[in-house]
């Protein structure tokens, strides 16, 4: 297919529509028929794409690191000033990050918006471009050569760079001579399992380090699946899952001897639920829901289109009709659960835009009271009567405001970032130093470090439209844009507005 780095020419060249052509570049399989190709001469193609990809995967990985360098440590805020980085802030990821070449802290951030992939995962993209660069040189030559793949570099990458910094010196390098020589032969688990031997073997004080530091990574993640289902996944010390497993394994298997037409999984599932909700157990206190209710305003009865009443005021009437619905909904009416709280997200029906936020208590104040101006509990005008909450002439924010963002946003609204909004700061766009309102339209939920790196961080821009159409610019030139998360959001937990945080000037 192609002869060494004579694919670069001929892909640069390909890429720009040919004149008199149908607009668009050139396709790989339009310049190299496949048609034609001998099974010989199709498993060679697929043989030099795999030598391509290789070359190109270093390519990247130098590419990273490259950019890496461009956005160094220095250039982060001190410990102790203002904005800095709090001690204990980074997940293991990002503190194997840090030490791979005194990278900015907000490295990822970047990453993750030029890839356009979540911050997570550009720490782990730039952990194994940096660790093959400039820890396993090797690896990456031969990776640059085409002579061993992805998969088998960065399962080496994952294996020996965590034990970089614990190793002595010319240790990786010895390893890497070893496991190099066998690369191809051995499956990406096979080829792991011989770096680990003979690091071990090597210096059998970094196989320790490495357990204690892995240890460090344990933890619960949740993570949506289609069909109403979600995964719940623990990363801990195997002696420890091993433990959990069997014993919601031995529970569901009595259960099954015991007549459960059940299968397994469910009841292994089940009985785990059972183990950590411990409903029967009353020594703590309850954990209490806090509820956010997606309402959509009532289309009006004379079936005008759905788009046609978007952004109409909120009447009387309207107001009306919905706590009429709840109540409709359940004996004695939606009510908030126990200990906790409920919120009304009233939107349009049409584009599912946040229009207001309501407790039920007001809503009920609200129908009471009905319009100020033509008042009387069946008035039908159409003077509004709810909206968005009023900017007040001053930094912080209303207690309104923040429930009203909370509910618009819902998590922080860096692009790639799902921190949930009841950890996050809220943000005035324009600076209130600068002139911006505190006002719905110029404020938005950002996390804690996208805070910090909106504030402090020079070279990325942040702009946000009257919608709330959130456009976020790197450094380096990239950018994505953000919409509130509209009709997405759904009854979902979310913890109180207290929880809130509102920095002190100059954020
Ligand atoms: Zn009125
Ligand atoms: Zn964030």
Redesign the pocket.
Same mark, same amino acid.
């Given at each position: 297919m192609f002869e060494g780095w004579g694919v670069g020419l001929a892909v640069a060249e390909m890429l720009p529509a040919h004149p008199g052509s149908s607009g668009r570049p050139t396709r790989l399989s339009e310049a190299l028929p496949v048609r034609g190709r001998s099974p010989e001469g199709k498993a060679y193609e697929l043989r030099r794409v795999q030598q391509l990809k290789s070359a190109i995967a270093a390519y990247e990985a130098d590419l990273i690191a490259g950019l890496a360098a461009d956005r160094p440590a220095t250039a982060d805020l001190r410990s102790g000033t203002p904005g800095a980085a709090a001690e204990g802030w980074c997940t293991p990821d990002a503190a194997d990050l840090a030490r791979l070449g005194g990278v900015s802290e907000f490295f990822p951030d970047e990453l993750a918006q030029v890839l356009h992939c979540s911050r997570a995962q550009a720490t782990t993209t730039a952990t194994h471009a940096l660790t093959l660069v400039h820890l396993l040189p090797a690896t990456w030559a031969t990776l640059a050569d085409g002579r061993i793949d992805w998969p088998r570099a960065r399962g080496l990458a994952q294996q020996l760079g965590p034990s970089a910094e614990e190793v002595a010196p010319g240790v990786l390098a010895a390893v890497e001579a070893v496991v190099l020589s066998r690369a191809m032969e051995l499956s990406v688990t096979g080829l792991r399992a011989l770096a680990e031997r003979e690091l071990a073997r090597l210096d059998p004080l970094a196989a320790a380090h490495r357990r204690r530091r892995a240890a460090k990574a344990a933890d619960v993640r949740l993570r949506p699946a289609p069909d109403g289902m979600a995964e719940l996944s623990v990363f801990l010390p195997a002696p420890a899952a091993a433990a959990v497993y069997e014993t919601a394994d031995r529970y569901a298997r009595l259960e099954k001897e015991a007549g459960s037409p059940e299968p397994i999984g469910v009841l292994r599932a089940r009985v785990l639920v059972a183990l950590v909700l411990r409903p029967w157990d009353t020594s703590r206190p309850p954990v209490t829901a806090h509820l956010t209710v997606l309402a959509p305003l009532p289309v009006l009865a004379n079936s005008v289109g759905v788009g046609a009443v978007d952004g109409r005021p909120i009447t009387a009437r309207d107001l009306r009709e919905l706590l009429e619905q709840l109540d409709a909904l359940c004996p004695g009416g939606l009510q908030a659960p126990t200990g906790g709280s409920m919120l009304l997200a009233l939107t349009d029906p049409g584009t599912g835009r946040l229009r207001a936020t309501v407790t039920r208590r007001e809503l009920e104040t609200l129908v009471r009271r009905g319009c100020p101006t033509h008042p009387g509990p069946d008035s039908d005008c159409a003077c509004a009567v709810l909206g968005e909450p009023e900017a007040p002439d001053r930094y912080s924010p209303t207690r309104a405001q923040r429930r009203f963002l909370r509910a618009r946003d819902h998590r @922080?609204r860096?692009p790639g @970032?799902s921190?949930r909004a009841g950890w996050v700061d809220l943000d005035h766009v324009v600076p209130h130093s600068d002139g911006g309102e505190t006002s719905c339209d110029n404020l938005c939920c950002?996390?804690r470090?996208?805070h910090r790196l909106k504030t402090h961080v020079p070279g990325w821009t942040f702009v946000m439209d009257d919608d709330g159409v959130l456009t976020v610019t790197t450094p380096s030139g990239v950018t994505r844009v953000t919409r509130p998360p509209g009709s997405d959001w759904n009854l979902d937990p979310t913890p109180e507005p207290r929880d809130l945080v509102v920095d002190p000037p100059p954020f």
């Open positions: @922080c860096m @970032c921190s950002l996390c470090r996208h």
